[in-house]
């Protein structure tokens, strides 16, 4: 096993459970209003009713795009790295460019509320 391949596979697997985990506590809507954690969009910031609906549904969308994070990382064992950029490159940004979309979702949502 080559080291690009177990550093790349344990920061996607390792960043797609952070996020899910994350996300548990703003699924149950145990997170009141605050200025640290949570979606903090303006709308959010309303109501406390706003708060948990906008919390909940950034929740569900962040567990959702996890999943592909994490597939990408199991997906490093069986390809090996190491002799190609463009793979190397794919591995280690396309992750980090997945966990926006759920952001974004999250944003529009709020702005068709």
Do not use: C
Not at 55 to 76: E, F, H, Q
Not at 87 to 101: C, G, H, N, R
Request: a positive charge; charged letters at 15%; zero cysteines.
């Amino acid at each position: 096993m080559h080291l690009i391949n177990s550093i790349l596979r344990w920061l996607d697997i390792g960043t797609g459970f952070l996020f899910i985990a994350i996300s548990i506590p703003l699924l149950r809507g145990s997170v009141p209003r605050n200025t640290f954690y949570g979606f903090r969009f303006r709308q959010s910031f309303e109501s406390e009713a706003k708060w948990q609906q906008i919390n909940t549904y950034g929740a569900k969308r962040l567990m959702y795009w996890s999943v592909p994070i994490v597939l990408v990382g199991i997906g490093t064992f069986f390809i090996p790295l190491q002799d190609n950029l463009v793979l190397i490159m794919i591995v280690s940004v396309i992750p980090q460019l997945i966990v926006l979309i759920p952001f974004w979702e999250t944003y529009r949502h709020t702005r068709s509320q």
